[in-house]
């Protein structure tokens, strides 16, 4: 007969190493641990005051999840997305999307239509602020809800994996000048689309929002990229 304080045991444990699991990717996806940083499991396990155990199970998960990366005698660093990644990963994610956004025309009820109308309203208002942090914060409750609204398990389950590396970004192309209000214009048009239940329209207007985000990431990586070196040549002159 099984021992049900064993059963019970067994339940703490995994509750305890999932709970640091999510809260490492908070940490992760708020930047407090950024791509690249070594994850100093010792000091957080002493932070939280939790064994090394539930902290080495979680970030197993983590490593499975592709949110971060083991390195022989250094342990783990949180992934980077790289540009070579960015050109492979939004083509991907701009297909997925434009699906949700096809099977969210068709299939969303009028309640999660005004849903989406009402997440609309708080991207307009962060957008007119200027306001980059809230606008990547409300802009990433609008996609998930337009995945949601798509009502399909297979296609979420998907688009949940590479989502994840997406907010490895934070919407970095948002610092680009400009991109702010080149996305809300493209989020009014796609608002549209979905409210008039075309799903064709919808799809293509959210394939190429997606699209738009990887050209204003990479025009602000090839800025940074030019003011780095700017400094050099002068010193070396």
């Not at 190429?208 to 990431?217: G, N, W």
């Amino acid at each position: 007969m099984t021992d049900l304080s064993e059963l019970n045991s067994t339940i703490r444990a995994v509750s305890l190493h999932e709970e640091v699991a999510s809260r490492l990717r908070t940490l992760i996806f708020e930047r407090h641990l950024a791509p690249g940083q070594w994850v100093d499991e010792q000091a957080l396990a002493r932070e939280w005051g939790i064994s090394r155990t539930p902290m080495r199970e979680a970030l197993k998960v983590l490593a499975a999840e592709g949110l971060v990366t083991l390195q022989p005698r250094r342990g783990c660093v949180v992934t980077e997305v790289t540009e070579d990644d960015a050109e492979r990963l939004f083509p991907v994610m701009a297909l997925l999307e434009g699906r949700c956004a096809y099977e969210a025309a068709l299939h969303a009820s009028d309640a999660q239509l005004a849903e989406l109308q009402r997440l609309h309203e708080d991207l307009e208002l962060t957008a007119a602020a200027h306001d980059a942090e809230g606008y990547y914060r409300a802009n990433h409750v609008f996609h998930t809800r337009v995945q949601a609204a798509a009502g399909n398990p297979w296609l979420s389950r998907a688009t949940d994996q590479l989502r994840v590396f997406m907010r490895l970004l934070r919407g970095r192309q948002l610092a680009r000048p400009g991109r702010i209000d080149d996305s809300i214009g493209e989020h009014r048009a796609l608002i549209d689309a979905l409210a008039a239940r075309d799903a064709p329209r919808a799809a293509q207007l959210m394939h190429d929002h997606l699209m738009a985000q990887l050209v204003a990431l990479k025009a602000l990586r090839a800025s940074e990229a030019a003011a780095a070196a700017r400094p050099a040549r002068r010193t070396k002159a």
